[in-house]
């Protein structure tokens, strides 16, 4: 069913404003999942490498869907930037980070990832855990490149569909690894009958294969410094 409803709307690109808006991923509990705890704090563990590594002499830094700002706390920790940005669509997720973050000059911004901002490009960007639900991935990657001064660093991650289901089942267990895709299809179908009027938040994410993923990133930004490919995530930095 996830086939057949990705192939119903092809490159309509996913919409989870509204969806985000009023709730939080919850990255806390990811890290503590029975099964893929393990997965979810290597991930965490490679960002905090590409932090320390490339994020030493940036004086500012943006992050785009900060959440619960588990990310943002790591810049602050393991960068020497001294002016922070940390920007959601969620005041929950944004009430939880500002609990969370200790930093002297440190901006949370409630906001959408696509509104026209008045704030400057930094010489560090961040999009963590969000790319794949903030639209078709290579458009997000070029708007995000737009805030990242030239030779400055980006830092970022996808979700990627080359285990999908073992992932979702992993996760959610059989059954309601089932009702989700059941739902993505039926959301699917209205997309397409609809003529892209009707829309739901079971259609909030992109998944592209990891090999999809990183080309769209080479492609958009100018050297691609590491990647790291993890069976259900990748992970990456690379200079604007």
């Not at 991923?25 to 890290?31: I, K, L, M, Q």
């Not at 002499?57 to 602050?76: K, N, P, Q």
Request: aromatic share 12%; charged share 25%; glycine share 10%.
């Amino acid at each position: 069913m996830a086939r057949a409803g990705q192939a119903l709307i092809s490159n309509t690109a996913p919409n989870g404003k509204a969806y985000w808006a009023g709730r939080f991923w919850d990255r806390d509990s990811a890290e503590r999942h029975p099964v893929l705890a393990g997965e979810f704090l290597k991930q965490k563990q490679t960002i905090a490498g590409y932090l320390d590594k490339y994020g030493r002499d940036a004086e500012r830094s943006i992050e785009f869907a900060c959440g619960t700002g588990e990310f943002t706390r790591l810049t602050a920790e393991h960068t020497g930037v001294r002016q922070m940005r940390a920007l959601d669509i969620s005041a929950q997720g944004l009430q939880i980070a500002r609990s969370r973050v200790r930093h002297d000059n440190i901006t949370f911004q409630q906001g959408d990832f696509w509104a026209d901002h008045d704030f400057e490009p930094a010489e560090l960007v961040l999009c963590i855990d969000a790319i794949h639900h903030l639209g078709n991935i290579g458009d997000v990657l070029r708007h995000i490149r737009r805030w990242v001064e030239p030779g400055g660093i980006f830092i970022g991650n996808l979700f990627t569909g080359d285990n999908f289901h073992e992932f979702e089942r992993k996760r959610y267990g059989s059954l309601e690894h089932l009702w989700r895709t059941t739902l993505f299809f039926g959301t699917a179908l209205a997309i397409k009958v609809s003529g892209g009027r009707l829309y739901t938040g079971s259609h909030r994410t992109q998944l592209l294969p990891t090999a999809a993923g990183e080309q769209l990133v080479r492609d958009v930004f100018d050297e691609v410094l590491e990647v790291s490919r993890d069976p259900y995530f990748t992970a990456f930095v690379a200079r604007a």
